[in-house]
């Protein structure tokens, strides 16, 4: 078991470390900012120039480069200087973390609230009316572009809502109004980006648990327990539940970084003040470094998640083996 | 001739008779199964509809995609207008007729391309094992790393995708997913006897692959060839609504709802045209895929 985790954990380090090389070279392809500095400012001086390019680090080699970041980061939590801003990269991410954070994480319960029973409900009904119309809805939820959702939303919910019925409940922009950080506040301008992203979770996880349940209901063990005239109560929700649920909680741990990505559209959409929204903004601005910054960021999100549903399989489930 | 009139039958004519009254050839029997899946009929007849429309667009378009009409400026939809005009004048069926030559070609480069790199991956690291599986595997694992969207985002900013290298990207980083699918099939095939009788007597590894695994990899493949092709059309549509997909004045559905943020709260139709249009092509997409899925299981009973 330590073995299996062991190797599991080397293996995500030697796969993140080349996608850090990646990310980095793949960002210095954005050119040195130091010339757009100057074609943007053609009196800067020579010299100021020099001293510009010496503290970026921009003068040593990129291989040189890529070890002084990497190193920063892994030893001081340090991910340099912003192009554009005149602070560093850490001043600009740590304030857009607990946004994003609570954004997604708000998502991810409220689409498992609703999807988890309704995969059960769907399961346990198999071919019924609510099953099928379910089925429809779900296909319809992950062909659905998020970005047109939310735009839907925004027009809808947001300003004819408000501009047709006088109904002001949904805030379309930001996290706070000017003058107020009230919960309720807080609330109104979240429910419109949460719903952008919560829709095809439900679609995703609903049709996972579905089919979830459906195996362990055509199970032996599940037939011996019907067999022993338990009562339907005991058997799905004790007998049943609890096996269908281990698939689904995976897909959850591996789903919250891949949600994670999606927070750029529903977050810009909304002017929703988290790392996503800063991701396209700073490509907008060219700031790379904050770009190159948040793009680690996600990868090691996506790795630490494998990990975690990994590891938790392995430990929920004992017929995974660990070789 | 002869022998019929002996009134003895030989064993081949037994099974040419048998084969006439009830065989069916593999083919039949996809058909049937896929026929019995109502949804994905319409999806395919739906999305080969819209692949004509798409390659005769230049031809029934009612007019250019950048022609003015001075007389409907913003203008709701109409007779002359189905989908209404946007604020300079351009009528937005051509432009979504246009936009979703680009979207559907697209879709179909990605889930072709991403196939074909995915199934060779895949075909070659199921079939040999060790090094290969390891180095390959190894590559997916990492490739799967990368966070898409983000990545994307960061790529497109930086060298201004258009509708072909957009097409390139997009395949270069969807194939993990079909090279996994496929290898686990070939895991399952590689051991059996066929394949082992096929090495016996001396056929090259290449051969093997291609002639005696790959075909029965193929139903995997194409379903999951199909679910590419709509996940392509969807991560378009987001980078160019972002502006950093393909530029104007190329039209794809997502820039055609980019530009429909601006006036968004009066001109709605310029907002809900393309992307119903997005809708309706990636349900068709994945119906499409789902019947394939059904028809393909050789799990299914007839």
Known sequence: ?323 | MVEQSTGVQTGQQVTEEYGKVKGRTQREILWRRFKRHKLAMIGGVILILLYIVAILTPFIAPYGYAQIDFNALAKGPSMNHPMGTDELGRDELTRVLYGGRVSLLLGLGVGVFSTLIGAAFGIVSGYYGRFADVGIMGLTDYVLTLPLLPLLIVIGGIFQFNALTITWVLAILLWPTMSRIVRGQVLTIRDQEFVLAAKAVGVSGFRIMLRHILPNVVGAMVVQATLTVGLAILYESALSFLGVGIQPPTPSWGNLLQDAQTNMTSDWWLAVFPGVMIIITVLCVNFLGDGLRDALDPKAVE
């Open chain 1, 1 to 323: 078991m330590y073995a299996y985790v062991i190797r599991k954990l080397l293996f995500s380090i030697v796969i993140l470390f080349f996608a850090s090389i990646t990310i980095f070279w793949l960002v210095s392809l954005s050119g040195n900012p130091v010339t757009q500095l100057k074609l943007s400012n053609p009196r800067i001086s020579q010299q100021d120039l020099q001293r510009i390019t010496h503290q970026y680090g921009l003068d040593k080699p990129l291989a040189v480069q890529y070890g002084i970041w990497i190193r920063d980061i892994v030893l001081h939590g340090n991910f340099g200087l912003s192009f554009k801003q005149n602070t560093s990269v850490n001043n600009i991410i740590i304030p857009r973390i607990w946004p994003t954070v609570l954004l997604l994480g708000t998502a991810l319960i409220v689409s498992a609230l609703i999807a988890i029973p309704f995969g059960i409900y769907s399961a346990i009904k198999k071919y019924s009316m609510v099953d099928k119309v379910g089925t429809f809805f779900t296909f319809v939820g992950y062909s659905m572009p998020d970005f047109w959702l939310g735009l839907i939303l925004q027009l809808v919910l947001g300003i004819y809502l408000a501009n047709w019925a006088g109904v002001h409940i949904f805030a379309i922009s930001g996290m706070h109004d000017p003058n107020s950080s009230g919960v309720v506040d807080l609330l109104q301008h979240l429910a419109l980006p949460v719903m952008t992203l919560s829709v095809i979770q439900i679609a995703n996880y609903s049709r996972f648990q579905r089919s979830a349940m459906l195996d362990v209901l055509s199970s032996d063990y599940l037939r011996t327990a019907w067999a022993k005239g338990l009562s339907k109560r005991i058997v799905y929700l004790k007998h049943a539940l609890r096996n269908a649920l281990i698939p689904t909680i995976t897909v959850l741990a591996l789903n919250i970084a891949y949600i994670a990505g999606g927070a750029p559209i529903a977050e810009t959409i909304f002017s929703w003040p988290g790392v996503g929204f800063l991701l396209v903004d700073s490509i907008y601005k060219g700031d790379y470094n904050v770009a190159r910054a948040l793009l680690l960021i996600f990868a090691v999100l996506v790795v630490f998640f494998n990990l975690v549903a990994d590891i938790a399989y392995s430990l929920v489930d004992p017929r995974v083996s660990y070789d």
